[in-house]
């Protein structure tokens, strides 16, 4: 079935750091991707998507590209600050049965040091 | 008010009682979720509304019971529940057939079972 994995956490980072965080799918079709990011205490908020192969999304500094060919959505950061840290949730999209669905993968959570 | 909102943040209950758990949202969505969320575990999809009518029931268990008396509404019902019943139940809302994927997600309630 429909699944997305996602690396284990925590990921501990200093301030300015590269990130990385790897997430792959899989799907039947093509599914549109998203990473969600949630804050302490907070629910989860859409950070960005990608629709379609080759797209890249981008947002507040954060970008992810959908690659077919390697069924993968890796989220990325050049330089991370204290505020970034949360968790990350990497999403697969389906129209199923006349609704929307989207299959969550287990969270990566990043934590940011001055 | 906004968005997504979730009522009661935090529940504490026995395992003999009955509580509610309620969800409203002011964005004009006509689609809406329950979603439990529990340590190291993906967000697990139970239960979807599309045009108030229960599109998707993913195997929860019957002490769980859902109800969305209009589009803007959704409460989970909960009646005689198990200690690993205990986690945070997301709600959110989505426009089916607009923009794809796009759940827009409340702070959660805290559920802790004794």
């Known amino acids: 079935g429909d699944s997305v994995t996602q690396m284990e956490g925590p990921v501990t980072l200093s301030e300015e750091a590269f990130l990385t965080i790897n997430c792959t799918y899989t799907?039947?079709?093509?599914?549109?991707l998203f990473w969600y990011v949630q804050y302490p205490g907070e629910g989860l908020q859409l950070l960005l998507k990608?629709?379609?192969?080759?797209d890249k999304g981008s947002n507040k500094g954060f970008e992810a590209t959908y690659r077919k060919e390697t069924t993968s959505f890796h989220l990325e950061k050049g330089s991370v600050q204290v505020s970034d840290s949360a968790v990350y949730f990497c999403?697969?999209?389906?129209?199923?049965?006349?609704?929307?669905?989207?299959?969550f993968g287990a969270g990566t959570r990043l934590a940011v040091h001055p | 008010e906004t968005g997504v909102t979730q009522t009661p943040r935090h529940l504490v209950m026995g395992m003999t009682n009955k509580k509610s758990l309620k969800c409203e949202q002011h964005?004009?969505?006509?689609?809406m979720y329950w979603y439990k969320q529990s340590a190291k575990k993906p967000l697990e999809l139970m239960f979807v509304?599309?045009?108030?009518?229960?599109?998707e029931n993913n195997s929860v268990p019957s002490r769980f019971s859902p109800e969305c008396p209009n589009s803007s509404h959704l409460f989970l019902h909960l009646h005689t529940l198990q200690p690993e019943d205990s986690a945070l139940y997301l709600c959110?809302?989505?426009?089916?057939?607009?923009?794809?994927?796009?759940?827009?997600f409340g702070e959660g309630s805290r559920l802790t079972v004794l």
């Open positions: 959110a809302s989505s426009q089916e057939r607009g923009l794809a994927g796009e759940l827009f």
């Open positions: 799907a039947t079709g093509y599914p549109s």
């Open positions: 990608a629709t379609k192969a080759d």
């Open positions: 999403a697969l999209f389906i129209f199923s049965g006349g609704y929307n669905k989207l299959i």
């Open positions: 964005l004009g969505h006509n689609a």
């Open positions: 509304y599309s045009l108030e009518e229960r599109v």
